[in-house]
């Protein structure tokens, strides 16, 4: 079984400007924490997910948890930068909102939630701003950041730090030597750490031993979290949806990705299928016409029988483009991925994360109305406070 910290690749010759790097974010760092560069804090729930490394930490996956544990009860809302859109400024999802105009993940997660606001803004105080003002979101209860550990002009009231565990931050390296965005000492700003894709069977030791290694403050919790596999979906809508257990010892896998960190998912599988073959883009790559050639000339020379599976992420991507033989539309699933808690954390995390909301909602939904039939409440609910049961 592959460890921590086994994925982790440096470049000692650009220590240089590794240094020159460092200090710019370290100077930057400072200046926040002696208020010469302000941190905005809003009168609604904020709560930030991010990473300081390069690359995929299981960001969305970790978001979409979050909208799901809180969806039912209150409005949610999702703010995102909207990587690679080709939008600019402030904007807001909608039925007729492609990839291209909010990016990949905020694409995903308004086709999966329709019910919550997705938005995408660089800017993220402006958007936060947007998002509680605007006549047709301002009834938003909670925002999401997605993605905004370094964005400190937000001052979120919950800061969780997620962490790849096949790339542990403390055996990282500051940029452009290894994928560090800040100094490990930055894990100090987190509220909670979330140790990602963790490997399903972790011993109670190897628990221990990464708590002692991330060397956490008291009033920081550490949690982790390991991958769950949904079932395999057509992405061209042609097949019938099959558990990922379906697939035989005997079936040949070409599992393609344009993600930042594949290699849970490629340990995952890989024992699953008689052999499985790999081809690995850049992170919300967009796919060309030699891309699609490849992937038709790669999947055509497997032998029978066969598959593709690719992410929920990329799927989105691939459909946006054309070229791809019957063959490969007939054969291509989408695996959808959730996280879920491991050492029995989530009741403890799911707590600590409603008492938040409930205690800082500025409708004051901690305190129940002891009037249900109060007339107030017939006014628009984005004009009201709304009573919010946990």
């Known amino acids: 079984m592959r ?10 010759w650009l220590q240089p400007f ?7 974010v370290m100077l930057r760092n400072e200046l926040f924490e002696m208020g010469l ?12 997910v991010g990473n300081i490394t390069v690359g995929g930490s299981g960001k969305t996956p970790h978001v979409e948890y979050l909208i799901r544990l809180l969806q039912d009860k209150i409005k949610v809302a999702v703010l995102s930068r909207g990587y690679k859109r080709k939008s600019k400024g402030y904007q807001l999802a909608n039925k007729t909102s492609t990839l291209t105009d909010i990016g990949d993940e905020p694409f995903q997660m308004q086709q999966k939630f329709p019910n919550i606001y997705v938005a995408v803004d660089k800017n993220r105080c402006r958007g936060i ?4 003002t605007d006549s047709e979101t301002k009834d938003v209860d909670v925002i999401l950041l997605d993605d905004a550990y370094q964005h400190r002009y937000v001052k979120p009231g919950i800061n969780i730090l997620l962490v790849d565990y096949h790339r542990l931050i403390i055996y990282d390296k500051i940029l452009p030597v290894g994928r560090l965005r800040e100094p490990v000492s930055g894990k100090s700003r987190a509220d909670m750490v979330i140790i990602t894709k963790c490997p399903k069977d972790l011993k109670p030791m190897e628990f221990r031993v990464l708590t002692k290694a991330l060397d956490l403050y008291p009033y920081q919790d550490l949690f982790f979290t ?15 949806e099959r558990p990922l257990s379906s697939i035989q010892k005997t079936e040949n896998v070409l599992m393609v990705t344009g993600i930042a960190s594949p290699q849970q998912m490629i340990v995952d599988l890989t024992p699953l299928t008689h052999h499985l073959t790999t081809l690995t883009f850049p992170d919300h790559h967009y796919f060309s ?7 038709n000339t790669t999947f055509k020379e497997l032998p029978e029988p066969k598959l593709i599976i690719t992410t929920e992420k ?24 959730h996280i879920k808690f491991m050492h029995r954390q989530e009741e403890t995390f799911n707590t600590k994360i409603l008492s938040y909301v409930q205690k800082n909602s500025r409708n004051s939904i901690l305190v129940k109305r002891k009037d249900d039939n109060n007339p107030q409440d017939s006014n628009h609910p984005g004009e009201r406070s709304r009573r919010i049961s946990f």
Request: net charge negative; hydrophobic share 35%; charged share 25%.
């Open 314 to 337: 990329d799927a989105g991507r691939l459909k946006a483009v054309t070229g791809f033989s019957d063959e490969v539309k007939e054969a291509i699933y989408m695996l959808p991925i």
């Open 3 to 12: 460890t921590e910290g086994d994925f982790i690749k440096t470049n000692e």
């Open 289 to 295: 016409n030699k891309d699609i050639e490849r992937i």
């Open 129 to 132: 701003t947007r998002l509680t």
């Open 18 to 24: 590794s240094w020159i790097y460092g200090l710019g």
């Open 226 to 240: 390991t991958l769950e596999y949904g079932s395999l979906q057509p992405v061209f809508g042609q097949g019938k």
């Open 37 to 48: 560069l302000k941190s905005q804090s809003f009168g609604i729930p904020v709560i930030s």
